[in-house]
T-cell receptor, first 112, second 116 residues
Framework: GENVEQHPSTLSVQEGDSAVIKCTYS??????FPWYKQELGKRPQLIID?????GEKKDQRIAVTLNKTAKHFSLHITETQPEDSAVYFC???????????FGSGTKLNVKP | GAVVSQHPSWVICKSGTSVKIECRSL??????MFWYRQFPKQSLMLMAT?????????EQGVEKDKFLINHASLTLSTLTVTSAHPEDSSFYIC????????????FGPGTRLTVL
């Protein structure tokens, strides 16, 4: 089955700096890669996603890049703000059964 | 997006009792719902895929007789934790998939289960 690895497990940045979280996946058939933000005790919220036919997608301060050949994708947050502090999960979806495989999560701390 | 609700938001029960958690898709009909559990500071672990009108598909290592899933309608799936034990204490989250060309899953607010 699919294996998704996520790094780093924790990330601390100064407000205004950029943050980058990276994920790798093992199944070359995976074709959809969402990123979720989860605040403590709350539901995961979709923040951005990318399909395998696209290399990059941007939404204001958030961007995701995908390298299909290397089987890795990354989340980029620019001009970080304290409210960006949360746990971020990457996920991948294969062709079959619509199941998501989640990374282990990255706790992002943005220091004011 | 999609509006997904879960009930209850938290529950405390005694060991040996059964607990039912409801997941509702409020603004569209969901043929597929997913159930996850999440331990503190850990990732989401898929337990099962709930298909309307048919039996749920369980992930390897998840006991189907312990975690009963019923997806009786296009807007409701239930997860029943039978004969709960303290090790079943966890955060249980459902998600719904809109289907069609959309792969996105939208999550419910989760249910915090504590088994004493």
């Amino acid at each position: 089955g699919e294996n998704v690895e996520q790094h780093p497990s924790t990330l601390s940045v100064q407000e205004g700096d950029s943050a980058v979280i990276k994920c790798t996946y093992s199944d070359s058939a995976s074709n959809y890669f969402p990123w979720y933000k989860q605040e403590l005790g709350k539901r995961p919220q979709l923040i951005i996603d990318i399909r395998s036919n696209v290399g990059e997608k941007k939404d204001q301060r958030i961007a995701v890049t995908l390298n299909k050949t290397a089987k890795h994708f990354s989340l980029h947050i620019t001009e970080t703000q304290p409210e960006d502090s949360a746990v971020y999960f990457c996920a991948s979806k294969g062709n079959n059964f619509n199941k998501f495989y989640f990374g282990s999560g990255t706790k992002l701390n943005v220091k004011p | 997006g999609a509006v997904v609700s879960q009930h209850p938001s938290w529950v405390i029960c005694k060991s040996g009792t059964s607990v039912k958690i409801e997941c509702r898709s409020l603004d569209f009909q969901a043929t597929t719902m997913f159930w996850y559990r999440q331990f503190p500071k850990q990732s989401l672990m898929l337990m099962a895929t709930s298909n309307e009108g048919s039996k749920a598909t369980y992930e390897q290592g998840v006991e189907k007789d312990k975690f009963l899933i019923n997806h009786a309608s296009l807007t409701l799936s239930t997860l029943t934790v039978t004969s709960a034990h303290p090790e079943d204490s966890s955060f249980y989250i459902c998600s719904v998939r809109k289907g069609g060309s959309t792969d996105t899953q939208y999550f419910g607010p989760g249910t915090r289960l504590t088994v004493l």
